[in-house]
């Protein structure tokens, strides 16, 4: 149970909030049209549902390792010193998460507090922002997570540590693993 | 402050922080060493920047286009281009630009047309005695098409952060992508017959010319619907995106029944998990651009370009150089977010329109895909297909060649984007 939430948490909303998203723009075509009645609030929830799908996804993509990434560097530097970096690299990005955590919940108080609504449903934008907290909350367990099982296996090559962290322990086929991409 | 903004993100680059998170510590930086604005101004930023509606194209045409290619139509596809042009010579050639060209029109990314052409025509023009370098860098440089073409994810983001009309931009595109697809068909055509690769012997039945162009109907009517959809004014970009999702749905889960209910959330949450990538970098350089605009950094490079030349050709040359340079190391989204609010002033002062801009950037970035030593495409076709990545560089270069041409043309010669516009809009 404990290995399904950590494998599927975020992906688990990614795609019930995309989901939504296809369906009810559609269907806002379709209440145009067909039903001559548009829908006056589809807009606005989607941009909503697509905030809080993008900050699951940025917190994702560390675990599945698909940040876009410029590795020119990795293709010219020896093997101890491709470590080394990509360790600084997820430490910077640590940083940099910690830091809009921190500021992320004092937005979202703050707005709370001065009570701004949403245009057409009403209701708090805090709830809105509340995903700059809670995605870069859970982005930091995630670079967390990884960077503890890359440091554990920093004996194995580079090309299987910056696999995401399922594969890490899969060896190598020739050929296949180019050095330094794919990003 | 200029140094903190460029040195920091440029560093991080370097050490391989991820594009978007290296533009978010180069704005965090910036603010440390005083810029005016406090950090709120990054996270409220990111969301600002992703409550657009404009925007949410962007997701949805990339989900369209994986529904599509999973769900049977990108199948059809290379059935109708086999009919059309597997009989002359370099055949398995042709029909795989030619799939390239038609999925262009259905999806909104290129790597993705790559991928999904690539994995079953590579190995086909491999057995039919085609050297893996040449059907590797030919599928490479077709699948770069896939973002000229409307629908484009990559011209939506450069409206989005430009200020421009998605539909403008889309129907600029139309004839700089058919062109850049024509000229390779031409060059396959030309090297096979040279080099003696012959096309299908396969003959077909009338009643199998019926049934493939019968089979085809679901899948032609993709780019019917969307560009009908938008330019008859019934729609917006966004909403002939979630037409298109939904299309994908239907046409892969009842029409072709080549998607299951149990693998939808999967090509769900793919598509979920690139938009979000891409996404995190738009988030952050809306800070980065605003950083920018404070510091009057367009207004510096405008000033810098004009001193060296004011001639609209050289200026534009230069642009375009500088736009290979930056698409070969740089993802292309990040590349549009970052500099089109740059540069678009520098070539507006010269009278082009920031539409016909549009195309220009995106067709240099496209060609960024296919350039060694780190084109995006070439790593997919090395994946898919298991051809050297070092094959590959060698034999791309004629190719290259090629779209540079056709790069320049369109920059130059400003009817081929803005025909169609000027046709469309008076």
Redesign the interface.
């Known amino acids: 149970m404990l290995r399904l939430v950590e494998r599927y948490f975020e992906?688990f909303f990614?795609?019930i909030?995309?989901?939504s998203?296809?369906?009810v723009?559609?269907l806002?075509?379709f209440s145009r049209?067909v039903m001559d009645d548009a829908i006056s609030w589809s807009?606005e929830i989607?941009?909503?549902m697509?905030?809080w799908?993008?900050f699951?996804?940025?917190s994702?993509?560390i675990r599945?390792r698909?940040?876009?990434?410029?590795?020119?560097?990795?293709?010219v530097v020896p093997e101890p010193v491709k470590k080394m970096?990509?360790i600084?690299?997820d430490l910077?990005?640590l940083?940099?998460v910690v830091?809009?955590a921190i500021?992320?919940s004092?937005?979202c108080a703050k707005i709370l507090k001065l009570g701004q609504l949403t245009p057409s449903l009403e209701f708090s934008m805090a709830y809105?922002?509340a995903?700059?907290p809670v995605g870069f909350c859970l982005a930091g367990l995630r670079l967390i997570q990884g960077l503890y099982i890359r440091l554990r296996h920093i004996h194995l090559p580079y090309a299987q540590l910056s696999r995401p962290i399922d594969a890490i322990h899969t060896p190598l086929r020739p050929?296949?693993d180019?050095p330094?991409?794919?990003? | 402050m200029i140094l903190s903004l460029f040195g920091v993100f440029f560093l991080?680059?370097?050490?391989?922080?991820?594009?978007?998170?290296s533009l978010?510590?180069a704005c965090?930086a910036t603010v440390f060493i005083g810029a005016p604005v406090s950090?709120?101004y990054?996270?409220?930023g990111?969301?600002v920047a992703?409550?657009?509606?404009p925007?949410?194209a962007a997701?949805?045409f990339i989900?369209a286009g994986e529904l599509m290619s999973q769900g049977g139509v990108s199948k059809r596809l290379l059935n109708l281009a086999h009919l059309l042009l597997g009989r002359y010579a370099g055949g398995l050639g042709l029909v795989a630009i030619a799939s390239c060209i038609f999925f262009a029109g259905i999806s909104g990314t290129g790597s993705a047309d790559a991928a999904a052409i690539g994995v079953i025509m590579i190995p086909e023009m491999l057995r039919g005695g085609y050297s893996k370098g040449f059907s590797g860098s030919m599928i490479a440089a077709a699948g770069a098409i896939g973002p000229i073409i409307p629908p484009s994810v990559t011209m939506v983001v450069y409206c989005v952060t430009t200020n421009q009309s998605i539909t403008d931009t889309f129907l600029a595109g139309v004839v700089p992508g058919i062109l850049m697809g024509v000229s390779l068909l031409a060059y396959t055509f030309i090297i096979s017959k040279r080099k003696g690769y012959r096309g299908e012997a396969k003959t077909y039945t009338r009643k199998e010319v019926f049934d493939i162009i019968w089979d085809a109907k679901w899948a032609i009517l993709v780019p019917v619907i969307i560009m009908g959809g938008i330019y008859g004014g019934?729609?917006t970009p966004?909403?002939a995106?979630?037409?298109a999702?939904?299309y994908g749905?239907i046409a892969g889960l009842f029409l072709y029944k080549e998607l299951t209910f149990k693998q939808l959330?999967r090509v769900?949450?793919s598509?979920?998990?690139?938009?979000?990538?891409?996404?995190?970098?738009i988030?952050t350089s809306i800070g980065f651009g605003r950083l920018m605009t404070l510091e009057h950094i367009p207004q510096q490079v405008t000033a810098f370009i004009t001193d060296i030349s004011t001639n609209k050709y050289v200026i534009l040359a230069m642009i375009n150089l500088l736009l290979l340079l930056v698409g070969t190391?740089?993802?292309t989204l990040?590349a549009v977010t970052i500099l089109a609010p740059i540069l678009l002033p520098v070539v507006t002062s010269l009278g082009v329109s920031p539409v016909h801009f549009g195309v220009i950037m995106v067709v240099n970035l496209c060609i960024g895909f296919v350039t060694p030593?780190?084109g995006?495409n070439l790593?997919?076709i090395?994946?898919i297909a298991?051809i050297?990545?070092g094959t590959l560089c060698r034999s791309v270069a004629p190719w290259l060649a090629i779209m540079v041409a056709v790069l320049f043309l369109i920059t130059y010669i400003e009817a081929i984007p803005m025909g169609l516009v000027w046709l469309f809009r008076g």
């Open positions: 992906a990614m795609v909030l995309m989901f998203i296809s369906i723009t559609g806002q075509v049209y807009e989607c941009r909503y697509f905030i799908m993008v699951f996804g940025i994702y993509a599945q698909r940040h876009i990434r410029i590795l020119g560097l990795y293709a970096l990509m600084i690299s910077l990005f940083l940099f830091l809009l500021n992320g004092e937005l809105i922002y995903s700059l050929g296949t180019t330094g991409g794919p990003a | 991080c680059c370097l050490v391989g922080v991820p594009v978007g998170i978010g510590l965090v950090l709120k990054i996270s409220q990111m969301v992703l409550d657009s509606f925007l949410m997701p949805l989900l019934i729609f966004t909403e995106a979630a037409v999702v939904i749905y959330p769900i949450l598509s979920a998990l690139i938009t979000s990538v891409v996404l995190v970098i988030g190391f740089m993802e990040a030593p780190l995006a790593f997919v090395t994946q298991d050297p990545y």
